[in-house]
């Protein structure tokens, strides 16, 4: 009984440690493998970024190259367009289509709308270019200058002994004799709204160009614009016609703004 005992306490002893050493052993090697996976992973999510960081922040990056700037170009004019304007440019004494000798065609008055100006009843104008002048004149006599009307309203007839009979008398060519006068059909006198204007206390320079140098002149080009009158022929007019400064016109309606203005375009 003792011999059968005494074997079966040894057994025992000495089978317990090898059954604590192979249960440690798999576990050992499982935590080992989990941080294994553990730190792989946790370089594959991070490796890649900061290499990404420093290639994005590395001053020796080779820069791009910026794409050069694409200008719109402005809408085009037909090329015939902008050669006319830059001849208008170059050439601003350039007469108007339709003119002769510089001068452009105008239609007669109807007499039925013509009004004295003067006393005597020989000069006339429209009757809304005659009310202004009228008020004008009385306004300059107000300040102490006479404001003389010289020529006025005329017919084709007139136009042409003032234009052909003059002409002879002088022996000019008719090219001269447009830059002093128009050739029947082309006066602004015909129109009823053109007026020769002279000064009553300097009666030499009537239809000179001295006139520009009375006190008449000066008050009109103080004043004129007032009462709707403007000056026809400024030195270095466009028609290339010499300078008038006698010669005024009424621009203040619409049938006298169209007279003018619409027949130089």
């Known amino acids: 009984m003792d011999e059968i005992e005494i074997p079966e306490a040894i057994r025992e002893n000495t089978d317990l440690p090898r059954k604590s050493s192979t249960f440690l ?9 989990c941080v294994a996976l553990v730190g792989a992973a946790l370089a594959w999510l991070f490796i890649p970024q900061n290499q990404t960081a420093k290639t994005t922040d590395n001053p020796q990056v080779e820069p791009v190259s910026p794409q050069p700037k694409i ?24 007469p108007s289509q339709g003119d002769l000798l510089g001068h452009l065609p105008y239609e007669i008055a109807p007499q039925s709308e013509l009004e004295a100006i003067t006393a005597e009843g020989n ?28 020529s006025a309203f005329r ?4 136009q042409e002994q ?3 009979g003059i002409k002879e008398q002088l022996e000019q060519d008719a090219a ?10 082309y006066s602004e006198h015909h129109t009823g709204y053109a007026i020769d204007i002279g000064d009553g206390d300097a009666p030499a320079t009537h239809l000179e160009v001295e006139f520009a140098e009375t006190a008449a002149f000066r008050w009109l080009e103080q004043n004129a614009l007032r009462y709707s009158f403007e ?22 309606d619409r049938h006298s703004l ?6 130089e375009e």
């Open 231 to 252: 000056l026809s022929f400024p030195p270095n007019n466009k028609q290339g016609v010499s300078y008038e400064p006698w010669h005024w016109r009424f621009v203040g």
């Open 123 to 150: 000069l006339k104008m429209r009757s809304a270019a005659a009310k202004k002048f009228r008020q004008m004149q009385a306004d300059a006599r107000a300040d102490g200058i006479q404001l003389i009307p010289i």
């Open 71 to 94: 200008q719109t170009a402005p809408s085009k004019q037909p090329e015939s367009s902008v050669v006319q304007q830059n001849l208008a440019k170059q050439i601003p004494n350039q």
């Open 162 to 164: 003032l234009f052909f």
């Open 25 to 33: 052993l798999p576990l050992i090697t499982g935590i080992i493998l």
């Open 258 to 263: 169209e007279t003018f203005y619409k027949v």
């Open 176 to 185: 001269k004799r447009a830059e002093v006068s128009a050739p029947p059909g």
């Open 155 to 158: 017919t084709t007839e007139a």
